[in-house]
Every structure is written in C-alpha cells, then in structure tokens.
C-alpha cells in the first residue's frame, strides 16, 4: 500500500500553545487529505476535508479558527491547533486519498497530542 | 448523517477460533473498506470491497460486500494473537470522498 507519514507521533504541549501535525504522503500525490481525531475507544470522527490548492472543509462543530489545515501541495498538509487546551487532547490522524490505490484512503500512523 | 452499525462492539475468543464481525447501513454505499487498528497506530487496510457480491480473501481474512449494498462482512479463520486490535469497517457513500466509519469492534485473544 501507498505510505503516509505523520510528524510528530506524539507532542507535550501546555495549555495556550500552538502545535502544527505534519501529513505527507511519501509516494504519491494526495489530492485530497482527510483529518480524523480519535478519542480512547471510539471510531474515527472526520473533522475536515482538505483539498490541494482550496481551504478545507469542516465538519459540523468543528472549529476552523481553532484548527487550522493547509495543504499547499500535492504531499503534505497540516493541521494547526491554535491555543491547545486539555480537552484537545487526543489522537490525531490523517488520511491521503489521490493517484494511488482504487478509492482508498491511506492513513498515516498518528499523533498523540497531550495538553497539560 | 449516514451511520455503520458494527457488531459484535467486543470479542473474547480463545486462539485458533474463528471470528465474524459485520457491519449494516441504512444507506447504499459504493466500496466496502475494513481496517486494523492496533494501538496508537493508525487503521491498516486490510480488505477492500468494490461491487455488489464481492467476496475477497487475504490470507485468513475473508469479506464480502453484500448483494443489496448496504451491509458487509469480515470473517478471519484460526485466530492467532496478532490478530489483537480493533477492526474497523468503512464505506463509501456514491460520489463521496468521505469515509463513514462503523463504531468498531475490539478483538481480544485468550493464548
């Protein structure tokens, strides 16, 4: 399968900083990367769209302002949480879905992000 | 919004057993994804499932994308302990980019 990577695989922020979650899909170009976040035992809950060259698209309840995605070229997108709190704390990951694979979406491998 | 169902949510198998999870939706979908997930890693592919009827091993695994499409199966045969994690169906809506995700169901095997 196509290989997507993430950068970092964990971060340790305090409360109010910022942290940027890198997503880049090393073999091949992702027209389209997906941002999940995951909560511990629960399924994957979409949070934005992002297509190459155009702003993202979020889903209900989801905050742009707070979550700020880019994805200014055909391999790699990122996704800005803005003023970290606890309860951002989670597991973040990305899918690349574009000139691979049939329909698929690859993931990459995640990052856990953990506010004090 | 479109919604998965996946059941059984937990199992508890011992190792050699075999294992049946499913998925139902109220909806149609056009491709059938399943996934595993072991911990703090991201969902694997592990079969993927593209028209009506289709039934698609890899190794142990077997899938099949039911006949009226809004339902899909993963059957995996003589469970061994790295079969351990959370499995994952997906499915694609006509037309759609975004993924739907069943609730997932947690494999556990007893040596």
């Known amino acids: 399968g196509a290989v997507v990577s993430q950068h970092p695989s964990w971060v340790i922020c305090k409360s109010g900083t910022s942290v940027k979650i890198e997503c880049r899909s090393l073999?091949?170009?992702?027209?389209?990367m997906f941002w999940y976040r995951q909560f511990p035992k629960q399924s994957l809950m979409l949070m934005a769209t992002?297509?190459?060259?155009?702003?993202?698209?979020?889903e209900q309840g989801v905050e742009k302002d707070k979550f700020l995605i880019n994805h200014a070229s055909l391999t790699l997108s990122t996704l800005t949480v803005t003023s970290a709190h606890p309860e951002d704390s989670s597991f973040y990951i990305c899918?690349?879905?574009?000139?691979?694979?049939?329909?698929?979406?690859?993931f990459g491998p995640g990052t856990r992000l953990t506010v004090l | 919004g479109q919604q998965l169902n996946q059941s059984p949510q937990s199992m508890f198998i011992q190792e050699g057993e075999d294992v049946s999870m499913n998925c139902t939706s109220s909806?149609?979908?056009?491709?059938w994804l399943w996934y595993k997930q072991d911990p703090g890693e991201g969902p694997v592919l592990l079969i993927a499932?593209?028209?009506?009827?289709e039934l698609t091993s890899n190794g142990r695994l077997t899938a099949q994308f039911g006949i009226t499409r809004k339902d899909s199966f993963l059957n995996i045969s003589a469970s061994i302990p790295s079969d351990v994690g959370i499995y994952f169906c997906?499915?694609?809506?006509?037309?759609?980019?975004?993924?739907?995700f069943g609730q997932g169901t947690r494999l556990t095997i007893n040596p």
């Open positions: 499932l593209y028209k009506a009827g």
């Open positions: 909806s149609i979908f056009n491709t």
């Open positions: 997906a499915g694609l809506p006509q037309g759609a980019q975004k993924l739907v």
């Open positions: 073999d091949f170009q992702a027209t389209t």
């Open positions: 992002s297509n190459e060259g155009s702003k993202a698209t979020y």
């Open positions: 899918s690349a879905f574009g000139t691979k694979g049939n329909n698929e979406q690859f």
